[in-house]
Antibody
Framework: QVQVQESGPRLVRPSETLSLTCSVS??????????YNWIRQHPGKGLEWIAN???????YYNPSLKSRLSISLDTSKNQFSLKLTSVTAADTAIYYC????????????WGRGTLVTVSS | EIVLTQSPATLSLSPGESATLSCRAS???????LAWFQQKPGQAPRLLIY???SRASGIPKRFSGSASGTDLTLTISRLELEDFAVYYC?????????FGQGTRVDIK
């Protein structure tokens, strides 16, 4: 059974960089056919896709966040990571990581999410 | 970018009734890219339906999905108390994921 879990600081100062890591278990990241995604949800609001990355290193970013985003993959650790620079209070949200099937239909697997608060 | 529009915004029903939730895509989509999620307060979204029709593991049979053209439908037959929540439709393609704005199913 695939499991994904987010980790990282829960509090980030304004103008600093938010860094999160997603650990994937129950499935190797050394094979293709999947995308690894970050999604966030502002308090009381809907779901917003942030970015994804593939086994081959291809990345896609939400255009509204692209200038501040970086996503990376470490297949040796079965992890992928997100960096969001120059954060403001508007970046306070629950951040989820998720693995999606890409080439074939299949269920996505989501983490439980981690609340990141931007505050001084 | 594909935009998903869910209706209604809120659905007020009683336990035992059936619920029909709609989601319309702004352009034609493949059914394999469509999904439904349920979210309760303080919890992560839970996958109910993927590829428009397929129930995720552990999801009761009272949840069913259908799709036709740009329209996606989630049907919950015989609502149980645990089904009152917010529901999101979702479209996936290789370069982005989009979500509808959500439908809240409230107890009448």
């Amino acid at each position: 059974q695939v499991q994904v879990q987010e980790s990282g600081p829960r509090l980030v100062r304004p103008s600093e960089t938010l860094s999160l890591t997603c650990s994937v278990s129950g499935g190797s990241m050394n094979i293709g056919g999947y995308s690894y995604n970050w999604i966030r949800q502002h308090p009381g609001k809907g779901l917003e896709w942030i970015a994804n990355i593939y086994f081959n290193g291809n990345t896609y970013y939400n255009p509204s966040l692209k200038s501040r985003l970086s996503i990376s993959l470490d297949t040796s650790k079965n992890q992928f990571s997100l960096k969001l620079t120059s954060v403001t209070a508007a970046d306070t949200a629950i951040y989820y990581c998720a693995r999606y099937y890409d080439t074939l239909p299949g269920p996505s697997y989501w983490g439980r999410g981690t609340l990141v608060t931007v505050s001084s | 970018e594909i935009v998903l529009t869910q209706s209604p915004a809120t659905l007020s029903l009683s336990p035992g009734e059936s619920a029909t939730l709609s989601c319309r895509a702004s352009q034609s989509v493949t059914s394999s890219s469509l999904a439904w999620f349920q979210q309760k307060p303080g919890q992560a979204p839970r996958l109910l339906i993927y590829a428009a029709f397929s129930r995720a593991s552990g999801i009761p049979k009272r949840f069913s999905g259908s799709a036709s053209g740009t329209d996606l439908t989630l049907t919950i037959s015989r609502l149980e108390l645990e089904d009152f929540a917010v529901y999101y439709c979702q479209h996936y393609d290789s370069s982005q994921i989009t979500f509808g704005q959500g439908t809240r199913v409230d107890i009448k």
